[in-house]
Each structure stands twice: as structure tokens, then as C-alpha cells.
């Protein structure tokens, strides 16, 4: 038996129930809500804020965060340029099979670098892929540093941190922003509305 680096011998095999007949039964349609930002910024609240806000309206949603994937599915990973690649790598292939089930799914990661986040885009059909931008100061994520991890990354304790002493490229072309409305932050409730409301604006929440 021979060992191959890329196997050439494998193929898609297509299945009876697909996509359109997942989302009429369940009477929305698939996507990906990517949320990006740099630690602190509320990621993680907003997703599971839109999760419970979806999940009001009767509307099956998953939520991916990038911390609790790092306890299995890449716990394997550190935070290297190329291992923060793989990492993003992962959770966009996933992210497009729960989509492909006809699922909103809500990812929550920092996802520091654009081309990678492009290349999780490029995986689904055009539309299919909402980037929302926490757009939110360096100097409010730091004051809140509800990990602790600015105060160790500025002492110097963690390397390449996002935001400190690795770069964070912010979106170009973003579906949603969310920024503080004079200094003061929105409520999840707010954020979570906007990003529900784009949803049903575009038809996410419904079958047709």
C-alpha cells in the first residue's frame, strides 16, 4: 500500500436532501455572521446575543467561539502567524457546513488578518458571508481586559498579542460596523438588533 501527501482518488458524493430542502424545512436560509475584533471588543457578548435573539424568533442558529473551539477542535493550535491561519482555516470550514444545514451560524473570533478572513468570504456563495466589525478602541478593549491578557502582553508575559505587538487589520468592506455612539458603547440588545434586522432585511429569516 502506498501513502499519498493529497489523495486524487476521492470525490463528492452528492446526497438526495440538500440545502434548498434543509432551509424549507426549517423556513430560513443558511449564512455565516462572522463577528471580528480585537479582544475585549464584545465579540463574544454580541454572538450570543444574536443567538438568543434568533433563537426568540424561532430561528435555529450555532454559535462558534474562537475560545471554546481552542478546547477541541483546534486545541492543537498556538498563535503563530501560520498556526492563527489554520485556525481561522477550520472554523470558516466549518462555519460553511453548518450553513450548508441550513443554519445562521455566528462565528466570535479575533480573525487578526484580512486575507484570511477573505478566504472564509470566498468559501460561501456572495451574500452568504456577513463580517461584522467591532469596531471598538484599543484603549476600551484594554481598559475592560476582561482576561487579564493586555496586562500580561504589556508586561511583556505574551507575545504577539493583537492589538500590541501583532498587527490587527481592520475590514475594508464590511457588511455591519458597530462603533461606541458617543463614547458610550451599545447595549447587546442594540447590537444585536442591528445584525438581526440586516438578516431579515436580506431574507435570511425567511425560506422564500
Same mark, same amino acid.
Request: charged residues 25%; glycine residues 10%.
Given at each position: 500500500?502506498?501513502?499519498?501527501?493529497?489523495?486524487?482518488?476521492?470525490?463528492?458524493?452528492?446526497?438526495?436532501?440538500?440545502?434548498?430542502?434543509?432551509?424549507?424545512?426549517?423556513?430560513?436560509?443558511?449564512?455565516?455572521?462572522?463577528?471580528?475584533?480585537?479582544?475585549?471588543?464584545?465579540?463574544?457578548?454580541?454572538?450570543?446575543?444574536?443567538?438568543?435573539?434568533?433563537?426568540?424568533?424561532?430561528?435555529?442558529?450555532?454559535?462558534?467561539?474562537?475560545?471554546?473551539?481552542?478546547?477541541?477542535?483546534?486545541?492543537?493550535?498556538?498563535?503563530?502567524?501560520?498556526?492563527?491561519?489554520?485556525?481561522?482555516?477550520?472554523?470558516?470550514?466549518?462555519?460553511?457546513?453548518?450553513?450548508?444545514?441550513?443554519?445562521?451560524?455566528?462565528?466570535?473570533?479575533?480573525?487578526?488578518?484580512?486575507?484570511?478572513?477573505?478566504?472564509?468570504?470566498?468559501?460561501?456563495?456572495?451574500?452568504?458571508?456577513?463580517?461584522?466589525?467591532?469596531?471598538?478602541?484599543?484603549?476600551?478593549?484594554?481598559?475592560? *481586559?476582561?482576561?487579564?491578557?493586555?496586562? #500580561?502582553?504589556? @508586561?511583556?508575559? %505574551?507575545?504577539?498579542?493583537? =492589538? +500590541? *505587538?501583532?498587527?490587527?487589520?481592520?475590514? #475594508?468592506?464590511? @457588511?455591519?460596523? %458597530?462603533?461606541?455612539?458617543? =463614547? +458610550?458603547?451599545?447595549?447587546?440588545?442594540?447590537?444585536?438588533?442591528?445584525?438581526?434586522?440586516?438578516?431579515?432585511?436580506? =431574507?435570511?429569516?425567511?425560506?422564500?
Amino acid at each position: 500500500m502506498s501513502t499519498l501527501g493529497k489523495p486524487a482518488n476521492i470525490f463528492w458524493h452528492e446526497c438526495p436532501v440538500g440545502k434548498l430542502e434543509r432551509q424549507k424545512l426549517l423556513q430560513q436560509k443558511g449564512c455565516v455572521v462572522w463577528i471580528t475584533g480585537l479582544s475585549g471588543s464584545g465579540k463574544s457578548t454580541l454572538a450570543c446575543s444574536v443567538g438568543r435573539e434568533l433563537h426568540n424568533r424561532g430561528k435555529l442558529s450555532y454559535v462558534l467561539d474562537g475560545d471554546n473551539l481552542r478546547h477541541g477542535l483546534n486545541k492543537d493550535l498556538g498563535f503563530k502567524a501560520e498556526d492563527r491561519a489554520e485556525n481561522i482555516r477550520r472554523v470558516g470550514e466549518v462555519a460553511k457546513l453548518f450553513a450548508d444545514a441550513g443554519l445562521i451560524c455566528v462565528a466570535s473570533l479575533i480573525s487578526p488578518y484580512r486575507r484570511d478572513r477573505d478566504a472564509c468570504r470566498a468559501l460561501l456563495p456572495d451574500g452568504s458571508f456577513v463580517e461584522v466589525f467591532m469596531n471598538m478602541p484599543l484603549k476600551v478593549c484594554e481598559e475592560r *481586559d476582561p482576561k487579564g491578557l493586555y496586562k #500580561l502582553a504589556r @508586561e511583556g508575559k %505574551i507575545k504577539g498579542f493583537t =492589538g +500590541i *505587538d501583532d498587527p490587527y487589520e481592520p475590514p #475594508l468592506n464590511c @457588511e455591519i460596523e %458597530i462603533q461606541q455612539n458617543d =463614547g +458610550i458603547c451599545p447595549a447587546p440588545s442594540i447590537m444585536a438588533g442591528q445584525v438581526v434586522t440586516y438578516l431579515e432585511d436580506k =431574507g435570511f429569516l425567511h425560506e422564500q
